[in-house]
């Protein structure tokens, strides 16, 4: 039989605002770098890290729930000047907060 794949819980939050402050930096040069530096990627770092802070903020460390909260509020940005959409943003922030705790994001390790 198969085995789950176990949640990943992040610590609760020290300084969510210090949190937010690092995801936006991080996520939007990561943008930058994915594609072409576009002005729309600050715009998208700055939601992104919005959402996220509100979710720390509110108890949430579960990085699945934090992922689905940002797919699911990022759907009402608008994209249209942008290579990117929702799924991809929550992604990276997941990536992003994978390598941030030293956890292997290809194989969950």
């Known amino acids: ?47 992104a890290a919005q959402i996220f802070v509100r979710q720390r903020m509110e108890g949430e460390n579960d990085l699945g729930s934090l992922v689905i909260a940002i797919v699911t509020e990022m759907q009402a940005f608008d994209f249209s000047k942008s290579f990117y959409g929702e799924f991809a943003i929550a992604n990276a922030v997941s990536d992003l907060l994978l390598e941030s705790l030293g956890i292997d994001k290809c194989c969950g390790q």
Do not use: C, Y
Not at 31 to 41: A, G, K, M, R, S
């Open 1 to 47: 039989m198969t085995e789950p794949i176990p949640s990943i819980t992040l610590p609760p939050p020290q300084n969510p605002q210090q949190e937010g402050k690092w995801l936006l930096e991080t996520l939007h040069q990561w943008l930058d770098t994915e594609f072409l530096p576009e002005p729309v990627n600050q715009k998208i770092a700055e939601r």
